[in-house]
């Protein structure tokens, strides 16, 4: 990763809170992840791929950061309360949740089965709530507060491509809920960032003439004015 021009402490101090970040063992989720640390951060790699997971962590270990793996499927319910469990067992709470992990393999709807369809929902919507409800659950009941903040997409706004309808209906629900979380509970901040293309190992797999087209001053500018990065 190109190391950053503003150094992060900088901007934030994050020494002695800990930072779960799904889908954190590559991507943009990797690049989470360094920056948390970098603030001070402990930071829990969660990720499906086990391998990339501990070799992140190693990663940011060998950098003198404070991090660890773990393996979870976050549309796996007992694989979420797993991750959250083992975090506040190693390092006494959570205090901030990533929800990253997404995936967005490209299908048009006429060859999309509802298997296709309700996997990419399960792990960008469901695993996004599973996530959310088992770190509130612990925030809460620790009482000190913390942050949850929702990867979602700019392609929700604005499709890119014929092939990821299901991920944009996806990616609609994690930008959406923070709103309704915030009156379920009181003192857990929680936002959503609508994240433009950016070079990670899947987008690498999409076709050229899409991420193109993302990219576009025009895209790029109504997201800003939409959608502020930073405001919960
Ligand atoms: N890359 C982009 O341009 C772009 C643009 C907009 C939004 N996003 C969003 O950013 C996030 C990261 O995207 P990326 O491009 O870095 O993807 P990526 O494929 O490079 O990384 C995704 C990571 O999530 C993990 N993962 C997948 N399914 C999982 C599951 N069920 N449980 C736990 N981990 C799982 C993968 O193993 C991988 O490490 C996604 O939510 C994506 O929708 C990406």
Request: hydrophobic share 40%; charged share 15%; net charge positive.
């Amino acid at each position: 990763m190109t190391a950053p021009s503003t150094p992060i402490t900088d901007l934030i101090r994050l020494s002695g809170k800990t930072a779960i970040v799904t889908g954190g063992a590559m991507g943009i989720g990797y690049g989470i992840c360094y920056r948390l640390a970098e603030a001070g951060a402990n930071v829990v790699v969660a990720d499906q791929n086990e391998n990339e997971a501990n070799v992140a962590a190693k990663r940011l270990a060998d950098l003198g950061f404070s991090a660890t793996a773990v393996r979870v499927d976050v549309a796996a319910e007992p694989d979420v309360e797993r991750m959250v469990a083992g975090a506040v067992d190693t390092y006494g709470a959570v205090d901030i949740l990533v929800n990253n992990a997404g995936i967005y393999p490209n299908i048009l709807v006429m060859n999309m089965t509802a298997a296709d369809f309700m996997h990419v929902v399960n792990v960008n919507l469901t695993g996004v709530f599973l996530c959310t409800k088992h770190v509130a659950q612990h925030m809460i009941q620790r009482g000190g507060g913390g942050r949850i903040i929702n990867v979602t997409s700019i392609d929700a706004l604005h499709p890119s491509s014929a092939g990821l309808a299901h991920y944009d209906a996806s990616k609609h629900g994690p930008g959406a809920s923070p709103r309704t979380s915030r009156w379920n509970w009181r003192h857990t901040a929680s936002g959503s960032m609508r994240s433009p293309p950016v070079g990670s190992p899947l987008l690498a797999s999409r076709p050229r003439k899409a991420v193109r087209r993302c990219r576009r001053a025009s895209t790029w500018t109504t997201w800003c004015r939409h959608s502020p990065l930073g405001s919960p």
